[in-house]
């Protein structure tokens, strides 16, 4: 099988007790009937101790409260790992933060930027952002029901379009230029599907039928879709996304979220001020425009293709957006409150935030009702 690896993929080495965002915090961590057979497998009151240690909810997990894995030492290591090694801990945790998407013909790996770890080595690459062709054996299963491949073709010709024009991005006008675009895209692509007789056409035709997908596209109608205004941003921190938890499970996210409620919320009650905020950081930091660029491209290599199996053109594109400008005020807020805002500053921001908004679908179904399509 063909396997496309992000550029920096095979670069990724875990921090370990270096780690100040540690993926031992904050998760459940699944195991897997193949992890039960091998933790059985051991005797006495290791045994008892991992066995003990197993939840069963709807799935069979450690760290039930996703606070900190009892396995977790006091010096930031796995003492699973430290006893048995590498090959004995859950596979959840041997394969994170790399993350896979087999799509039939080829598969897609990744690396999982709510780690802070793959956070930091994507800004490093953010200006190379490549797909690396290899083969070899899918490491995951199909992650579709879908076997048109005609129509996978179009969709990841339409997505390095999109990718190309966010990496030609230098400032941040021409940036809110190409989210313009990115979203008009959907908009076609949705009432292409919508209007022109499918499911009855074959939906590789209803793509490149649809000339206008390739022309230059009218963006400047969507201009508020980043940076979003202020009331949108509210609605969004309203949600499920934002709760008194995160203060034990997440709590560099709480800080962020607690410097808007606290600090931030009643400057940002008027648009007008936050206008002036985010502009201010703007003409502060100019040259970060293309790492935002560059997050919304990562979002596009990992989630684009989700249009394959549910033709939500308009959804998928529109949460990538949502996430893009969440990162922003977040980043915004940081810069305001420390005068500072590093290539550091923002891997810690992305992994954190990344962490809470990617992995639970009720709660992005959520934010997606704070910015439904106009």
Avoid at 185 to 194: E, H, I, V
């Amino acid at each position: 099988m063909d396997i496309y690896e992000i550029s920096f993929y095979n670069k990724f080495k875990c921090l370990m007790g270096k780690c100040r965002e540690t993926c031992c915090h904050g998760w459940l961590i699944p195991i897997t009937e193949e992890d039960l057979d091998r933790f059985c497998k051991t005797k006495g009151l290791y045994k008892l101790r991992l066995l003990t240690a197993i939840s069963d909810r709807e799935i069979r997990c450690f760290n039930k409260g996703s606070r900190t894995c009892t396995f977790h030492t006091k010096e930031g290591l796995c003492s699973l790992q430290l006893r048995s090694g590498h090959d004995f801990i859950p596979e959840a945790c041997r394969m994170f933060p790399r993350f896979y998407r087999n799509y039939g013909p080829f598969e897609e790996h990744y690396l999982d930027l709510s780690c802070i770890g793959a956070a930091s080595l994507f800004l490093k690459h953010s200006r190379e952002l490549t797909l690396i062709k290899t083969t070899g054996s899918p490491l995951s299963g199909m992650c579709t029901t879908n076997d048109d491949t005609g129509l996978l073709r179009e969709l990841t010709g339409l997505r390095n379009t999109l990718i190309e024009r966010l990496e030609s991005v230098t400032s941040f006008d021409r940036l809110e230029v190409t989210i313009g675009y990115m979203y008009e895209q959907a908009t076609q692509l949705q009432k292409a599907f919508l209007n022109t007789g499918y499911p009855t056409r074959d939906p590789s035709s209803v793509i490149s039928d649809h000339k206008p997908l390739s022309e230059e596209l009218d963006s400047s109608k969507h201009k508020w879709l980043f940076p979003a205004a202020s009331n949108i941003l509210s609605d969004i921190m309203s949600t499920s996304f934002y709760n008194i938890h995160l203060k034990q499970t997440n709590p560099a996210l709480f800080a962020l979220c607690r410097l808007y409620k606290d600090t931030f919320r009643h400057i940002m009650q008027s648009n007008d001020e936050w206008n002036k905020m985010w502009r201010d950081f703007m003409e502060k930091h100019p040259d970060s425009a293309h790492l935002f660029a560059a997050y919304m491209s990562y979002y596009l290599y990992l989630y684009y293709l989700r249009s394959y199996e549910d033709y939500s053109f308009i959804k998928n594109a529109t949460i990538g957006i949502i996430h893009l400008n969440m990162l922003f005020m977040f980043s915004v807020l940081y810069e305001r409150k420390h005068d500072s805002f590093t290539a550091d500053d923002m891997s810690n921001i992305i992994a954190v935030y990344n962490r809470r908004a990617y992995f639970n679908e009720e709660t992005v179904n959520e934010m997606y009702s704070c910015m439904l399509p106009e």
